[in-house]
C-alpha cells in the first residue's frame, strides 16, 4: 500500500483537539475530520483503533444484553446488519465468529464470546499488512495476557463483584497462541519466564500488588508509553494519527471514570501534540 505523509494534517492536530485550551470534539468526532483528510487504506489503519468498540457492539447484540450501542466505533448498528448473514463490509474475524454462533459452534471451546471474539480479532491483527497495527496488536494482546494471568494467579473475585457496576478492566481468560500466552498458561516464574524479553513485564507485577484502580492507571500507562515508542519514526504518517486516536480512546475512558485522572491524561496529550511535531530533517 502507498505512505502517505500527512504534514498540514499531524502538524494541525493541537488545532482539531483545543480551542481555546478547551477540550472540544469527542473521538467519535476527531475521527469523522480525520476520514475527510486522509486516504481510505490509511483511514483502515486509523479506524481500526474502533474496532475493539465495534467487537463489544456486536457480542451486545448477539447476546441481547440491551447494553447501549456505542457510537464510537467503526460500524454503525444498520451496518451489522442481519446477524444471521453477516453482512461482506465486516472484518472476516467478525464473520467467522458470526458464522460460528449461527451453527452453534464454540471456535475456542470454554471461553465466552467476547474472548472469543478478541482471540479472532487479534489473529486478524497480526496478519495486517500494517507494521504498527501488527506491533501494537501484539503488544497489546501480551499485556492483556499477564494481566489475565496475574490476577488468575490471584484469584481476583473483586474484579468478578465489580462486573455489575462497570465493565471489567482486565480479561480473566488468557487468548492466543503467541508465545507470552503460552508462557503465562505454563511457567509457574513469578514474572512467567518473560522479564528479561519483556521490561514491562515487571512494571505489570508490580501493579498487581496494588488497587484494581491502580492497576488499571498503570496497565494504561504502559499503553501510552508504548504507543509513542511504536510511532518514533512515523512523523507525519497514519500512524501517528492512530496513535493519536488510542490516546484519545484512554483520555475518554478515564473521563467517564474518574474525571481527574482523564484531565491528567488529557492534559499529557495536549502537551505532547503541542511539543512534538517539529519538521525532521531532511524534509
Known amino acids: 500500500m502507498p505512505s502517505y505523509d500527512y504534514y498540514y494534517l499531524v502538524s494541525g492536530l493541537p488545532d482539531l483537539l483545543i480551542e481555546d485550551n478547551k477540550f472540544v470534539p469527542t473521538f467519535r468526532t476527531f475521527m469523522d475530520e480525520v476520514a475527510d483528510l486522509t486516504e481510505p487504506d490509511d483511514f483502515d489503519v486509523i479506524s481500526a483503533m474502533a474496532l475493539p468498540i465495534d467487537n463489544r457492539n456486536l457480542i451486545s447484540m448477539v447476546e441481547g444484553t440491551g447494553a447501549q450501542f456505542d457510537p464510537r466505533g467503526r460500524f454503525t448498528r444498520e451496518d451489522f446488519g442481519d446477524l444471521a448473514r453477516p453482512p461482506d463490509e465486516l472484518p472476516h474475524y467478525m464473520q467467522a465468529f458470526l458464522d460460528a454462533h449461527r451453527d452453534n459452534r464454540q471456535l475456542f471451546p470454554g471461553l465466552t464470546p467476547i474472548d472469543q471474539l478478541s482471540w479472532l480479532f487479534y489473529d486478524e491483527m497480526a496478519d495486517s499488512e500494517n507494521e504498527f497495527l501488527r506491533e501494537w496488536h501484539e503488544f497489546d494482546l501480551g499485556l492483556r495476557n499477564v494481566a489475565a494471568g496475574l490476577n488468575i494467579r490471584k484469584g481476583l473475585t473483586h474484579i468478578e463483584a465489580m462486573a455489575t457496576e462497570r465493565d471489567r478492566p482486565e480479561a480473566l481468560s488468557v487468548i ?92 499529557k496529550l495536549v502537551e505532547e501534540l503541542m511539543g512534538s511535531f517539529v519538521m525532521p530533517a531532511g524534509f
Open 176 to 267: 492466543g497462541r503467541g508465545d507470552i500466552a503460552e508462557a503465562v498458561l505454563r511457567s509457574t516464574a513469578p514474572d512467567f519466564g518473560l522479564g528479561a524479553s519483556y521490561p514491562w513485564v515487571e512494571r505489570v507485577i508490580a501493579l498487581s500488588h496494588g488497587t484494581l484502580t491502580e492497576m488499571e492507571k498503570g496497565l494504561d500507562e504502559i499503553r501510552w508509553e508504548m504507543l509513542g515508542e511504536l510511532t518514533t519514526l512515523s512523523y507525519f504518517q497514519a500512524e501517528t494519527v492512530a496513535v493519536t486516536a488510542q490516546k484519545l480512546l484512554i483520555v475518554e475512558r478515564w473521563m467517564s471514570l474518574e474525571p481527574a485522572a482523564g484531565k491528567v491524561k488529557l492534559d
